[in-house]
């Protein structure tokens, strides 16, 4: 006779089922559900060594499932200064801001990198992101790189700005906007194509192993908050794919990763970048969309990242001025095609041109 692990008993089980049931007793044998229903009836499972848990009525659910998440992210910035707001960090002010970056720098040596993840400008009450400035003066002898939430944005300090080539005179890139104060300063904040192409390739790289580590602790996090499977939409490179593997076989309990590879405008490496949610066209597709618009395409961005999306519209030459391109991008719905076959895919490219069409049209 096989005797559960653990029995929990006095419980609201969400089976989730075909017929949504609802039971009140779980046995368990380690990882795995034996049965569910109520305690009499799974009293047949109970042995000696089983422990029974009246949980006093509390909800039990399958395990969640996280369809569109950035667990290699959440692994890779574990060891940053954490910038977020409440729920998820302490700062409220700008002033908070400068403290954590100025804790982390004074255990920094010289010249070596400050790194910081979560900054959320809406979320502080000044409402506005620090200035290069005010982060020289937080961290004088290192440059420093802070992350917006969104992952589409960065702000940083001299230093940094410096070691990326970064000037008065260094015009906006193609699919992205450099920040810049009323005498054309760039003031330290970076939009979409220069955070990703620009500063990501300095900073510091870690190894296989250590970025294995860090998500084997990531996982850890996801499972104690009850996440038992997470699908990356965000891959940047075949080394993902293969941290992703290595981990899975690696770690010793039970967690299901994936890899949400876009399909957007096409499935051809050449037109998107496999996992990524903005869509970079090909230098083909970019030519053949200028042809029939009469616009310059570089990026279009359908990530729910609002905030971001701003610098990836005006990038695409769509819209003049950040407002414009945030109000728009609430409205405007991209028809995305969905089958493998080539004239589903061309059907859908005609559909998202006349879309592109009627935006310019209308602006």
């Given at each position: ?44 499972l109970i042995g000696p060594d089983t422990e029974c ?311």
């Amino acid at each position: 006779m096989q005797y559960a692990s653990v029995l929990l008993f006095n419980a609201v089980i969400l089976t989730l089922d075909g017929s949504d049931a609802v039971a009140s007793a779980l046995a368990l044998d380690g990882d795995r559900i034996l049965a569910v229903g109520d305690r009499d009836g799974l009293a047949p499972l109970i042995g000696p060594d089983t422990e029974c848990r009246d949980i006093g009525g509390a909800a039990v659910l399958p395990g969640f499932y996280d369809a569109h998440g950035h667990i290699l992210m959440a692994a890779q910035v574990r060891g940053r200064v954490n910038l977020n707001s409440p729920p998820l960090g302490a700062c409220r002010t700008l002033g908070d801001i400068l403290a954590a970056i100025r804790a982390r720098a004074a255990e920094t040596p010289d010249g070596e990198w400050v790194l910081a993840c979560g900054l959320d400008d809406t979320l502080l009450e000044e409402k506005r992101f620090p200035s290069r400035w005010e982060l020289d003066e937080a961290a004088p002898h290192n440059p420093v790189f802070a992350q917006h939430i969104s992952g589409h944005l960065c702000v940083l300090n001299s230093a940094a700005l410096k070691l990326a080539g970064i000037g008065r005179h260094t015009p906006d890139p193609a699919g992205g906007v450099i920040r810049r104060d009323a005498d054309g300063e760039p003031d330290g904040v970076l939009e979409e194509s220069p955070v990703y192409e620009t500063i990501m390739p300095l900073l510091p790289k870690q190894t296989q192993e250590q970025r294995i580590g860090d998500l084997a602790a990531a996982t850890r996090d996801y499972a104690a908050r009850g996440i038992t499977t997470a699908v990356d939409a965000a891959l940047f490179s075949y080394d993902d794919a293969e941290i992703l593997r290595a981990a899975q076989e690696g770690i010793a309990y039970s967690f299901r990763y994936g890899i949400d590879i876009m399909r957007g405008l096409g499935l051809s490496p050449d037109i998107i970048r496999a996992g990524q949610a903005n869509l970079f066209l090909s230098p083909l597709f970019r030519q053949t969309l200028a042809t029939l618009t009469g616009a310059r395409i570089e990026l279009f961005n359908t990530d729910g990242a609002l905030g971001a999306a701003r610098g990836a519209a005006l990038g695409a030459g769509l819209y003049r001025t950040r407002e414009e391109a945030f109000a728009s991008l609430r409205r405007l719905e991209v028809v995305e095609p969905v089958a493998a076959d080539r004239e589903a895919l061309e059907a859908g490219y005609r559909a998202w041109v006349a879309e592109v069409e009627r935006k310019i049209q209308n602006s």
